[in-house]
Nanobody, 123 residues
Framework: QVQLVESGGGLVQAGGSLRLSCAAS????????MGWFRQAPGKEREFVAA????????YYADSVKGRFTISRDNAKKTVYLQMDSLKPEDTAVYYC????????????????WGQGTQVTVSS
């Protein structure tokens, strides 16, 4: 099993940047493909980005491509989401997720989840 804890959320103005972190514990982090999802009030949880076990390949939702960057540091057991050029529509609770399979984009495909961190982008 793996335990995940997100951090780094907050309030930022449109056009600003934030970096989210997701720290893992409890198992071999490098065995897991990692993903970031987000959920706005009244909406379904949606895919943001995913990364392979080695970090060699990434996959992004069209809505964040070119603005967000997913990365990981297996030595630190942490996955990151660098968010630039933020927009008010990026406001949501952001979750990281882990699974033995790589580059998954559906929430139901992931076995392990963090508790989420709030990101609010003001206009």
């Amino acid at each position: 099993q793996v335990q995940l804890v997100e951090s780094g959320g907050g309030l930022v103005q449109a056009g600003g940047s934030l970096r989210l972190s997701c720290a893992a514990s409890g198992t071999t982090f490098s065995s897991y493909g990692m993903g970031w999802f987000r959920q706005a009030p009244g909406k379904e949880r949606e895919f943001v980005a995913a990364i392979t076990m080695s970090g060699g390949s990434t996959y992004y939702a069209d809505s964040v491509k070119g603005r967000f960057t997913i990365s990981r540091d297996n030595a630190k057991k942490t996955v990151y989401l660098q968010m630039d050029s933020l927009k008010p529509e990026d406001t949501a609770v952001y979750y990281c997720a882990a699974d033995y399979r790589p580059l998954l984009s559906k929430p139901t495909q992931y076995d392990y989840w963090g508790q989420g961190t709030q990101v609010t982008v003001s206009s």
